[in-house]
Structure formats: structure tokens, C-alpha cells
């Protein structure tokens, strides 16, 4: 089955950088790559995603590239602010949002003042 | 993106006992799942919610210890049966919206002593 691994499992940047987390898949059927920000005591909220016939896709601050030949993709965040600190996931899928989300480990973002 | 609610939003149970968790959505979707979350860690899918038949359960989870409804497209509900301390998790559902991206609930947080 599909097996995704999350880089850093922390981070932390100063308020204003930039924060980038990466992930890597195993299957190389997987086509949809989604993001989520959990925040303490709050379910996963999806922040952005791509698909995999795309390269890249921005909204506003965020930011995801994904390298299929690679088997990664990255989450970029500028322009960081406080309320930017969670748990950032990102997850992998064979059928879009229609099947089973496989989920990294997580990253603790912490966004210094 | 749907609008869903989990009820109850957190419990304490003794072990052994059970607890069943709903998970109600604004409008009507096609394909629900649930997932545990086990403190500090990612999400695992216990099982894809079929309405009008049995759940389809992953590896690692079985029907007796998470027996799951789906009378319709709104609602479903998961028992978390006879309980130990294991059990201890956040237990959230989710739902596929119109854009073929899951959204997923608050979550239930339950504490087994």
C-alpha cells in the first residue's frame, strides 16, 4: 500500500520567512495530493491540493509543487505570521478525494513573533 | 465545502464500555469515512462508510470493535466497543464534497481510564 513520509517533524521560522515542508510517496498510482493545518483541539482543515497533472499550484501565501518522477511534493508557506503556527499534514490518494487518504507524520509549524 | 458536525465532541468512558459517535453533514455526499487519531500522531482510516450496506473496513480494524451505520447521505454513526485505554484517541469523520476533496469534522476526543 501507499506510504508517505513528512519532513520536518518540526519547524520553526521567524515571523515573515518562509516555512517549506515536503513529502514523499510510495505509489506511484497516486494522483492527488492534499494538505491539511490542524489546529489544537480542531479537526484537519484543508489548506490546499494538486493533482498530479499539474506541477504546481498557488493560493495566495501557500504554495504546493509536486515532481512525480521524483515521487514528492512540497508545501510552501511565505510570509509567515502567528497565526500560521499548527500541524501541518499531507496526504496521498489513488482516486482524487475519493478513496482513502494515506497521511504523513505531521509537521509542528511555530511561527516566532 | 460541507458543513459537519460530530457529536459528542469529547467523552470519558471506563473501559469496557461503548460509545457511539455521529457524524451529521449539511447535505448530501456520497462516500464518508472514518479515522483515528491517535494523540500526537497522523490519521489512519478505520473504514469507508457504504450507506444501505457494510462498511469496508482497513487493515488492522474489524467490525466488532467499530461497528459503523449509514442509514442515508447525511448521517453516519461509529461505536467504539468495549473500550480499553488503546482506545484513547480523537475520532473523526469525513466526507467527500463536489470538487471530489474530503473536509473532515471536528472530531470526537475520547478518554478511556
Not at chain 1, 516555512?19 to 491539511?36: E, G, Q
Not at chain 2, 467499530?66 to 473500550?83: A, G
Request: a negative charge.
Amino acid at each position: 500500500g501507499e506510504n508517505v513520509e513528512q519532513h520536518p517533524s518540526t519547524l520553526s521560522v521567524q515571523e515573515g520567512d518562509s516555512a517549506v515542508i515536503k513529502c514523499t510517496y510510495s505509489d506511484s498510482a497516486s494522483n492527488y495530493f492534499p494538505w491539511y493545518k490542524q489546529e489544537l483541539g480542531k479537526g484537519p482543515q484543508l489548506i490546499i491540493d494538486i493533482r498530479s497533472n499539474v506541477g504546481e499550484k498557488k493560493d495566495q501565501r501557500i504554495a504546493v509543487t509536486l515532481n512525480k518522477t521524483a515521487k514528492h511534493f512540497s508545501l510552501h508557506i511565505t510570509e509567515t505570521q502567528p497565526e500560521d503556527s499548527a500541524v501541518y499534514f499531507c496526504a496521498a490518494s489513488i482516486n482524487f478525494g475519493n478513496e482513502k487518504l494515506t497521511f504523513g507524520t505531521g509537521t509542528r509549524l511555530t511561527i516566532i513573533p | 465545502s460541507a458543513v459537519i458536525s460530530q457529536k459528542p465532541s469529547r467523552d470519558i468512558c471506563q473501559r469496557g464500555t461503548s460509545l457511539t459517535i455521529q457524524c451529521q453533514v449539511d447535505s448530501q455526499v456520497t462516500m464518508m469515512f472514518w479515522y483515528r487519531q491517535q494523540p500526537g500522531q497522523s490519521l489512519t482510516l478505520i473504514a469507508t462508510a457504504n450507506q444501505g450496506s457494510e462498511a469496508t473496513y482497513e487493515s488492522g480494524f474489524v467490525i466488532d470493535k467499530f461497528p459503523i451505520s449509514r442509514p442515508n447521505l447525511t448521517f453516519s454513526t461509529l461505536t467504539v466497543s468495549n473500550m480499553s485505554p488503546e482506545d484513547s484517541s480523537i475520532y473523526l469523520c469525513s466526507v467527500v464534497g463536489s470538487s471530489d476533496t474530503q473536509y473532515f469534522g471536528p472530531g470526537t476526543r475520547l478518554t478511556v481510564l
